[in-house]
């Protein structure tokens, strides 16, 4: 480390420990309250879709999900009668049942830096800013990351093996498949075999039907577009939900790309596009009378119709642990953090997921 970046490196040392009420940032100790809400509101702005998202602080490692913005029909009559018992029953709308409770697991967000790149930042002003945003920025992608495509909470998680931190823990996704399996459209008519999938006409493709408007049997697609498939999807939901204007169809990326080649293609590489593209894109028209969005990390080949505050990060207050130290032996410094956190689905019924789409007729036999 440099001798003008070493001072810089100690006023960092110094301010956290102050901010934390703590001696010494090189062991371990317990970020302040005040402290871990704001690190929690600065990870949430750093994305957008986290904007969009619940990210709620519970008390318990575990119990029963909150219900962020959970609402159901309320409206009834009941003829009471004392003489039977006959009453009338309050419903919480916010409740979503014993499936899917939540469960804080620990995750580990280490990160290095090393001093040739502290040495290229020692002139500028903003230095403390500069070596916390790498922490942030990236604990929040990892958030979204884990959302998405996490199957797994290994103890021993692998990065190389699983680059989009699918053992890290049990993300949105694998809680719908796993809680509400009548919510998922995985598998079409026309497929064999052990290999899923659903065919959806593209291009020149044509799918023949009866005079009902069923398939035929020589139909070549289960859907004649996306948009057919969307409002399929849609039928998937709770009766109540189907018709909520802040439903949204998160696409994956192959979709994106086959269905609105034309807006890709166009768009342009200005930094702040390239920045769009990084957070929640949304395209230029609607899939099934439901805005269509593209955001960071969701799988290539799949869709989810839902509203955005029905996703959840839970954060349990007062785990979050954090080391600073000088690691001179590999010439970085090091700055250890884990809080316990679970990826909740608020309300089941609110989701439709639709996985292994195909682009295209079926393959011939």
Not at 256 to 280: K, L, M, Q, W, Y
Not at 316 to 341: C, H, K, T, W
Request: with cysteine.
């Amino acid at each position: 480390m440099h001798n003008q970046t070493r001072p810089l490196f100690n006023a960092l040392l110094a301010r956290v420990a102050s901010l934390n009420g703590v001696a010494d940032t090189t062991v371990k100790f317990s970020v302040a309250p005040a402290i871990e809400q704001k690190l929690e509101e600065v990870i949430q702005l750093s994305s957008e879709f986290l904007q969009k998202i619940n990210v709620v602080p519970v008390l318990a490692q575990e119990g029963e999900k909150v219900g962020v913005g959970v609402t159901r029909p309320i409206a009834s009559r009941t003829r009471t009668d004392p003489k039977t018992g006959k009453r009338r029953i309050a419903t919480d709308p916010t409740d979503t049942g014993d499936r899917g409770k939540y469960r804080c697991e620990i995750t580990h967000s280490d990160v290095a830096i090393r001093y040739a790149k502290l040495d290229q930042w020692r002139h500028k002003p903003e230095f403390q800013t500069l070596v916390g945003d790498v922490i942030v920025k990236q604990h929040g992608r990892d958030r979204i990351m884990i959302g998405w495509n996490g199957v797994a909470c290994a103890e021993n998680t692998d990065v190389e093996a699983f680059p989009l931190l699918q053992d890290v823990n049990y993300g949105w996704l694998y809680k719908i498949r796993t809680f509400a399996p009548e919510q998922v459209l995985a598998d079409g008519d026309l497929t064999d075999g052990a290999t899923k999938a659903i065919y959806v006409a593209a291009g020149d493709d044509v799918v023949l039907v009866n005079s009902d408007g069923s398939n035929a049997d020589e139909a070549n697609a289960d859907f004649a577009n996306l948009d057919a498939l969307v409002y399929a999807a849609t039928e998937l939901l709770d009766e109540w939900n189907r018709d909520d204007t802040d439903l949204v169809v998160i696409v994956g990326r192959d979709l994106v790309h086959a269905h609105f080649s034309n807006f890709i293609n166009t768009a342009g590489n200005t930094p702040t596009e390239v920045e769009a593209r990084n957070r929640i894109l949304t395209l230029p028209k609607q899939l099934g009378g439901k805005t269509a969005v593209m955001v960071p990390f969701f799988p290539a080949d799949a869709l989810l119709v839902t509203r955005l505050d029905n996703l959840s990060i839970y954060v349990q207050e007062g785990s979050r642990r954090r080391q600073l130290r000088d690691e001179p032996d590999f010439e970085q410094i090091a700055d250890y953090q884990s809080v316990n956190e679970s990826y909740v689905v608020e309300d089941y019924g609110m989701t439709a997921l639709v996985e292994n789409i195909v682009l295209g007729k079926k393959p011939a036999a």
